[in-house]
């Protein structure tokens, strides 16, 4: 079972930065998928970013396109996402997700049953 744990969440003024962790198990396998959402209350989960081992294909949302960057550091068993501009937008719980398709990863599926696991998520707060 992949057992993934985030980080790095905090409150910040719009414009400012953070940067999320992913730490996970889910790199004993060949090649997969490592994906960040958000999530606010009565709201659908939002797929932001994903990355596929296999060549580190990326996607994300056209929201945070342009401010957000996704990376892995197998090293460490760690995936990131750097939030730069910050919106007050923004604000959500953010959770990672690891997943074995290529497809869904890069569509940024925001089913759970795509991927083997899910974290607990990390609250992000932006304010005006």
């Known amino acids: 079972q992949v057992q993934l744990v985030e980080s790095g969440g905090g409150s910040v003024q719009a414009g400012g930065s953070l940067r999320l962790s992913c730490k996970g198990s889910?790199?004993?396998?060949?090649?997969?998928?490592m994906s960040w959402f958000r999530q606010t209350p009565g709201k659908k989960r939002e797929g932001v970013a994903a990355?596929?081992?296999?060549?580190?294909?990326?996607a994300y949302a056209d929201s945070v396109q342009g401010r957000f960057t996704i990376s892995l550091d197998n090293a460490v068993n760690t995936a990131y996402l750097q939030m730069n501009s910050l919106k007050p937008e923004d604000t959500a719980l953010y959770s990672c997700a690891a997943g074995p398709s290529r497809e869904w990863c890069l569509q940024l599926s925001p089913v759970e049953w795509h991927y083997w696991g899910w974290g607990q998520g990390t609250q992000v707060t932006v304010s005006s």
């Open positions: 990355i596929y081992t296999d060549g580190l294909e990326t």
């Open positions: 889910a790199y004993s396998y060949s090649n997969f998928c």
